[in-house]
Nanobody, 124 residues
Framework: HVQLVESGGGSVQAGGSLRLSCVAS????????MGWFRQAPGEAREGVAA???????YYADPVKGRFTISQDNAGKKVYLQMNSLKPEDTAMYYC???????????????????WGQGTQVTVS
């Protein structure tokens, strides 16, 4: 049973940076597909970034050039470096993972079977 735990959220002024971390446990092998989603109050959850198979990375248009997703060599941790943060980045950020084949639609919630509890990011 895969468990995901996020950390690194907080409050920051516009233009600042945060680094989110997500640790996967309960699975003996590397996790091939990991992503970050976010949900602002009153809004639907949306894909932010994803990494597939240690090689391919994907980003939503609003965060391209500002956010960077990366994964550790063991395939058990994923990070989201967020720079030049804007107030519109304020949301609960969720880590997501799929341990089997990556579905191919990285921004689709249905492509991921495991979710963390979320970490709040507030940009003022």
């Amino acid at each position: 049973h895969v468990q995901l735990v996020e950390s690194g959220g907080g409050s920051v002024q516009a233009g600042g940076s945060l680094r989110l971390s997500c640790v996967a446990s309960g699975y003996a092998y590397s996790v091939n597909c990991m992503g970050w989603f976010r949900q602002a109050p009153g809004e639907a959850r949306e894909g932010v970034a994803a990494t597939y198979g240690f090689g391919s990375t994907y980003y939503a248009d609003p965060v391209k050039g500002r956010f960077t997703i990366s994964q550790d060599n063991a395939g058990k941790k994923v990070y989201l470096q967020m720079n030049s943060l804007k107030p519109e980045d304020t949301a609960m950020y969720y880590c997501a993972a799929e341990i089997y084949s990556c579905g191919g639609i990285w921004y689709s919630e249905s492509d991921y079977n495991y979710w963390g509890q979320g970490t709040q990011v507030t940009v003022s």
